[in-house]
């Protein structure tokens, strides 16, 4: 896919363009224009994120073919899917595993966070299939490359302000500053919001969704010489939601089912006097304060120094995340039970990289290393409430604030790579690509287990990991204005050690390796008017790791024991198509428009372990990979009198239902199989050179969705999170 929306786009360290319509990309370290880079791509400019309001990761998925996502619950928890290769992990993992790579400014994110400030950007690149080679591990289904703008040598900024429904307030901005001309600049940027939330809690105690978010980030550009590049970071983001973004669904799970109600599992679940969603997707029912969020912070250096035609670039970064749930946690006016869950990420990482800087060479080559370590601290405990149907006999029905299950976890990852990448430029029309990518992980697990206080498990495990992942490209210039490419590559994502002890699953699991094979092509018609870009691809994954996580009770202690870890399904595949194209009808009329075919399925896994079952799911469509994404953008833009121009644009996707949950392949029914939907929005407003005005509606038709069903010890049944309408406005100023 393309560059969306055919607007301008600047070059990531510059201050002009190379063509009215052409934009620029990084996707393999050095500039580019989109359509000459031989891989399926999507960037979202600087001026898109703006015209379509982004503020999260959510909304420029929306921009891009084959791409899905789930949420746990709050804005930092997605997990994100690229052509149906998805992370099947445990999101509170101590240490975050991911099948795709996050980079900002080329610092690797993904073990903090997965969706980061939207604030002050150039652009956000969204490449699918392996990207080994320069995005390295876990970069199994893809890269997700973020670009912020840079100090520059002049004095400007701006400031937006908006308001929109369930009284939803935010700021942002940004300033840049020239401290010495020439020499050193300095950027900060910063948004504020708050909201009402969208959810009420009827029960005496109150509250609901609202929530507090706020992200800053300070940068400093140092130019001592003319070949000479310097950048420092610090970002920080922090999130406050008042209970989980969930209502309840009525389908309650095989323990819970009969822990609750002496039933089997089924839409059994008490309505609580708020009903179930769709009905219900404003209200929830329990008895006791929630708070769940986390706060995520880092610290970057990026120093370039070109040296003829050879640039040397080193890349180091330190983040921390904080991730906590506090509260109810079964959901439901009875106090069956709370938790506290308080999880610390930390990692640390650098690269080094030389390579050419021409892009007409008859070679052009890069050559690199990178090291890194991530770690994590998680104190997770589930605890009795008055009402607790578990409570043991030996504490005659009072054992309020006595721990049900409890979870004591330190876990590391410890890996390095080589890496290294050519180019031979047979022709002026014909190149051939070679990459490779070879890696070392060790990660170890500390971990103790606890039910009623009675210790369950202990595990102390070491595993180490190896991988040499290739690539192959061969492009082929048609003309200037029409490429033709060819990819085999392969991704790599480390196995680990487990976190509980059970029969059923190996001490260790084996690491998760992907070939993906794409042929693509990128053409441009009438001038430039029209791009164009198709891939189709087969991807064959095998090892797939999928998180084994549920509750039973055992019938000779009687106590509540918790089954927590990874199992690898043998084999799975996706292949499918995608397609974008990016249109000027008229000076004043653009069109965009992305189509997403999608097929997966488990090859081979007839043992998958679901809900305390062994299930047969081969053959079955895997979780989070609708079949079809859609998507168009239709944008209105003339001039009034002077500068002043009026604006109107119109969006719409389409998303296929699509496998929510795991357990949808024990329990094939709703809510573990989101249905489809549509959804469109529609913007309006005023511009000039420095002002602009805009209002705006999201969901305009108020279609019921949901990304995901996620299950705890809910008494009403599994939750989802829903979708709503929002009416807004916003008011802008650059200086």
């Known amino acids: 896919?393309?560059?969306?929306?055919?607007?301008?786009?600047?070059?990531?360290?510059?201050?002009?363009?190379?063509?009215?319509?052409?934009?620029?990309?990084?996707?393999?370290?050095?500039?580019?224009?989109?359509?000459?880079?031989?891989?399926?791509?999507?960037?979202?400019?600087?001026?898109?994120?703006?015209?379509?309001?982004?503020?999260?990761?959510?909304?420029?998925?929306?921009?891009?073919?084959?791409?899905?996502?789930?949420?746990?619950?709050?804005?930092?928890?997605?997990?994100?899917?690229?052509?149906?290769?998805?992370?099947?992990?445990?999101?509170?993992?101590?240490?975050?595993?991911?099948?795709?790579?996050?980079?900002?400014?080329?610092?690797?994110?993904?073990?903090?966070?997965?969706?980061?400030?939207?604030?002050?950007?150039?652009?956000?690149?969204?490449?699918?299939?392996?990207?080994?080679?320069?995005?390295?591990?876990?970069?199994?289904?893809?890269?997700?490359?973020?670009?912020?703008?840079?100090?520059?040598?002049?004095?400007?900024?701006?400031?937006?302000?908006?308001?929109?429904?369930?009284?939803?307030?935010?700021?942002?901005?940004?300033?840049?500053?020239?401290?010495?001309?020439?020499?050193?600049?300095?950027?900060?940027?910063?948004?504020?919001?708050?909201?009402?939330?969208?959810?009420?809690?009827?029960?005496?105690?109150?509250?609901?969704?609202d929530s507090e978010y706020y992200t800053y980030r300070a940068q400093a550009r140092l130019t001592p010489t003319d070949n000479f590049t310097l950048d420092l970071t610090y970002n920080k983001s922090n999130e406050t939601v008042g209970m989980r973004n969930g209502v309840p669904t009525g389908f309650v799970t095989a323990t819970w089912a009969s822990v609750y109600y002496g039933k089997t599992a089924g839409n059994i679940g008490a309505a609580d006097g708020v009903g179930?969603?769709?009905?219900?997707?404003?209200?929830?029912?329990?008895?006791?304060?929630?708070?769940?969020?986390?706060?995520?912070?880092?610290?970057?250096?990026?120093?370039?120094?070109?040296?003829?035609?050879?640039?040397?670039?080193?890349?180091?970064?330190?983040?921390?995340?904080?991730?906590?749930?506090?509260?109810?946690?079964?959901?439901?006016?009875?106090?069956?039970?709370?938790?506290d869950l308080f999880l610390v990420r930390k990692s640390t990482s650098g690269e080094l990289r030389v390579q050419s800087t021409g892009n007409d060479n008859l070679f052009d080559w890069s050559v690199g290393t990178s090291v890194g370590r991530d770690t994590g601290v998680m104190d997770q405990s589930t605890y009795h409430g008055a009402d607790s149907p578990l409570c043991p006999a030996s504490?005659?029905?009072?054992?309020?604030?006595?721990?049900?299950?409890?979870?004591?976890?330190?876990?590391?990852?410890?890996?390095?790579?080589?890496?290294?990448?050519?180019?031979?430029?047979?022709?002026?029309?014909?190149?051939?690509?070679?990459?490779?990518?070879?890696?070392?992980?060790?990660?170890?697990?500390?971990?103790?287990t606890r039910s009623n206080l009675v210790q369950t498990g202990v595990n102390d495990r070491v595993s180490k990991f190896d991988d040499f992942s290739p690539k192959f490209t061969l492009s082929y210039k048609v003309s200037p204005d029409w490429l033709i490419f060819a990819n085999a590559s392969r991704g790599f994502k480390s196995g680990g050690t487990q976190t509980s002890n059970n029969v059923n699953l190996t001490n260790d699991f084996k690491p998760e390796t992907l070939w993906d094979y794409e042929l693509g092509t990128k053409f441009d018609l009438f001038d430039g008017k029209l791009r164009v870009d198709v891939t189709s691809f087969y991807m064959d994954w095998k090892n797939v790791q999928q998180t084994i996580r549920f509750q039973y009770i055992d019938t000779v202690t009687g106590l509540l024991r918790s089954v927590s870890g990874i199992a690898n399904a043998a084999a799975a595949e996706s292949y499918g198509a995608e397609a974008s194209f990016d249109a000027r009808i008229t000076p004043e009329f653009t069109l965009s428009g992305q189509v997403g075919w999608n097929k997966t399925k488990f090859k081979d896994y007839p043992n998958a372990l679901i809900d305390g079952a062994v299930i047969n799911v081969t053959g079955k469509q895997l979780v989070n990979a609708p079949e079809w994404t859609l998507g168009a953008q239709a944008q209105y833009k003339r001039t009034i009198a002077g500068d002043l121009k009026g604006f109107v644009r119109a969006e719409w996707n389409f998303r296929d239902?699509?496998?929510?949950?795991?357990?949808?392949?024990?329990?094939?029914?709703?809510?573990?199989?989101?249905?489809?939907?549509?959804?469109?929005n529609l913007r309006m407003g005023l511009e000039t050179e420095t002002i602009r005005a805009t209002v705006y509606v999201e969901n305009l038709f108020d279609a019921k969705y949901f990304a995901n069903a996620y299950e705890k010890a809910f008494y009403s049944g599994v939750q989802v999170e829903p979708s709503y309408r929002v009416v807004g406005a916003s008011f802008g100023i650059k200086f």
């Open 1 to 209: 896919m393309g560059g969306v929306a055919a607007t301008p786009a600047w070059a990531q360290d510059t201050a002009t363009t190379t063509s009215p319509d052409e934009i620029v990309v990084t996707a393999q370290r050095r500039e580019q224009s989109l359509q000459d880079v031989p891989i399926a791509i999507t960037a979202v400019t600087a001026q898109t994120l703006q015209d379509q309001n982004v503020q999260s990761v959510e909304d420029y998925f929306a921009l891009t073919p084959n791409v899905s996502f789930q949420s746990n619950g709050s804005r930092d928890r997605k997990d994100l899917a690229i052509r149906g290769i998805s992370n099947q992990l445990n999101p509170y993992a101590d240490v975050r595993q991911s099948t795709y790579a996050f980079y900002i400014d080329e610092f690797n994110v993904a073990a903090g966070t997965s969706n980061p400030q939207i604030v002050d950007l150039e652009r956000i690149e969204v490449l699918r299939g392996p990207q080994g080679t320069y995005f390295g591990r876990n970069a199994v289904g893809g890269a997700i490359n973020v670009i912020t703008k840079k100090p520059v040598n002049e004095f400007e900024g701006f400031i937006d302000a908006g308001y929109s429904s369930y009284n939803t307030y935010r700021a942002e901005g940004a300033v840049n500053v020239p401290v010495i001309d020439g020499l050193l600049a300095v950027r900060a940027s910063g948004k504020y919001e708050h909201s009402d939330g969208f959810i009420k809690n009827i029960n005496p105690i109150g509250g609901g969704n």
């Open 395 to 448: 504490y005659a029905g009072k054992c309020s604030g006595l721990e049900v299950t409890g979870l004591d976890s330190n876990s590391s990852t410890d890996y390095w790579a080589m890496f290294g990448q050519g180019t031979l430029n047979v022709t002026s029309k014909l190149a051939a690509t070679v990459g490779v990518r070879y890696s070392r992980e060790t990660v170890m697990n500390y971990s103790i």
């Open 276 to 339: 179930f969603f769709p009905d219900n997707s404003t209200r929830v029912n329990f008895n006791r304060p929630q708070e769940v969020g986390g706060d995520f912070e880092y610290l970057s250096g990026r120093a370039v120094w070109e040296i003829g035609t050879v640039a040397i670039t080193g890349v180091v970064g330190t983040l921390r995340s904080e991730v906590f749930n506090y509260g109810d946690v079964d959901g439901g006016s009875r106090d069956y039970f709370y938790e």
């Open 657 to 680: 239902k699509m496998i929510s949950n795991p357990y949808a392949y024990r329990y094939n029914v709703y809510p573990f199989i989101s249905p489809s939907y549509h959804n469109v």
